[in-house]
Nanobody, 128 residues
Framework: QGQLVQSGGGLVQSGGSLTLSCAGS????????IAWFRQALGKGREGIAC????????RYTNSVKGRFTVSRDNAKGMVNLQMNSLRPEDTAVYYC?????????????????????WGTGTLVNVSS
């Protein structure tokens, strides 16, 4: 219970696009708040995008604002992170995290502590 399965990621050239997906193992993510984090080699974990439960409001860190979009795929019960205009500095292992609270609204605190369940991570490698 509470396992998150990630897909997507891989190698892409600078300026390219990738989509990461986060799904529940045996459960849907229709209503959970979901946040995306990343960790580059030798650096700390960074919260980058979040979609709230309830109103589906979104929040982004400045470095990805305007390039990344987090959204729900209600048909599949998963959450996607669409990443455009990728840069070499976006290279990192990306993680999704989900909240079990029914009314969770994303905040800067979310980007500091994450949520209840974590995916195992997927590598995004952007070449210059």
């Amino acid at each position: 219970q509470g396992q998150l399965v990630q897909s997507g990621g891989g190698l892409v050239q600078s300026g390219g696009s990738l989509t990461l997906s986060c799904a529940g193992s045996g459960f849907r993510l229709d209503v959970n708040a979901i946040a995306w984090f990343r960790q580059a080699l030798g650096k700390g974990r960074e919260g980058i995008a979040c979609i709230s439960s309830g109103d589906n409001s979104t929040r982004y860190t400045n470095s990805v604002k305007g390039r990344f979009t987090v959204s729900r795929d209600n048909a599949k019960g998963m959450v996607n992170l669409q990443m455009n205009s990728l840069r070499p500095e976006d290279t990192a292992v990306y993680y999704c995290t989900a909240s079990t609270f029914p009314n969770y609204y994303c905040s800067e605190y979310t980007f500091k502590v994450g949520m209840d369940y974590w995916g195992t991570g997927t590598l995004v490698n952007v070449s210059s």
